[in-house]
């Protein structure tokens, strides 16, 4: 059974950082991709930054420049480097892991959720 583990959220100041987690466990498919997603109150789940297993990058404009995604392959753990943080910043970070599996010639991809971790940013 798939498991993400993640941590880190937590509540701090504007200008503050915050270093979030995930550890993927439980399935013996390749991790195609993993990534931070986020939700506020009343308002739709976003994309924060992912990472290919190849090491490619993606950030959303809004935390461009303030934020670094890494991974530690050996060990199927991401991590989200967040500083100079806004209260525009504060939802709940949610991490996803893209598995895939290669059969009869073509790629099946499977997607797992974390159940979330709360940042909260402080005017």
């Known amino acids: 059974q798939v498991q993400l583990v993640e941590s880190g959220g937590g509540l701090v100041q504007a200008g503050g950082s915050l270093r979030l987690s995930c550890a993927a466990s439980g399935s013996s498919f390749s991790i195609n991709a993993m990534g931070w997603y986020r939700q506020a109150p009343g308002k739709q789940r976003e994309l924060v930054a992912t990472i290919s297993s190849g090491g490619s990058r993606n950030y959303a404009d809004s935390v461009k420049g303030r934020s670094t995604i890494s991974r530690d392959n050996a060990n199927n753990t991401i991590y989200l480097q967040m500083n100079s943080l806004k209260p525009e910043d504060t939802a709940v970070y949610s991490c996803?892991?893209?598995?895939?599996?290669?059969?009869?010639?073509?790629?099946?991809?499977?997607?797992?959720w974390g159940q979330g971790t709360q940042v909260t940013v402080s005017s």
């Open positions: 996803n892991v893209q598995y895939v599996e290669y059969k009869f010639g073509t790629r099946w991809f499977r997607e797992y």
